[in-house]
């Protein structure tokens, strides 16, 4: 089983970026216990972390015919990634949408996302623990046939 990892823009700032929103962890180490996670479970992942929407787009239609999944944190595209929500809707496979913080409790323009219409489910306000049981939830799910 293959599945992806897409961290949006600005996420590689985290562990420096308003931790008293985001905590202290670093992106580093959000994928390191993302891979121990998947090694674990027999899974292979492949991550990108990009500051441009065309990008994550591209690594999710590159991987359109070899993935089963993927783990999505869309960061400053969530509430105006309209091609973003496009591509994710054009996938066969499910994407869970993660966030860090729960984006309902802060400021009343993050509250809506374009993205979770597009997506399986989403994760959120957990920390890095959102990216932790979203892998878990989204290998149980591809295993399980849906």
Excluded at 133 to 146: E, K, Q, T
Aim: net charge negative; hydrophobic share 45%; aromatic share 4%.
């Amino acid at each position: 089983m293959k599945l992806l990892v897409l961290h949006g823009p600005n996420l590689n700032l985290f562990g420096r970026r308003e931790p008293h929103i985001y905590g202290t962890t670093t992106l580093a180490e959000i994928d390191a216990k993302l891979a121990d996670i998947a090694e674990c479970a027999g899974v292979t992942l492949a991550t990108l972390q990009s500051n441009h929407e065309g990008a994550l787009i591209d690594f999710l239609h590159t991987h359109i015919d070899d993935a089963q999944g993927a783990l999505l944190n869309p960061a400053g595209l969530t509430q105006h990634g309209v091609p973003l929500h496009d591509a994710i809707k054009a996938m066969p496979f499910p994407v869970i949408e993660v966030h860090m913080s729960n984006i309902a409790a802060r400021e009343s323009w993050r509250a809506h996302s374009i993205i979770s219409p597009a997506v399986k489910g989403t994760v959120q306000g957990l920390g890095p623990h959102s990216y932790y049981a979203a892998l878990r939830a989204l290998i149980d799910m591809v295993r399980d046939g849906g």
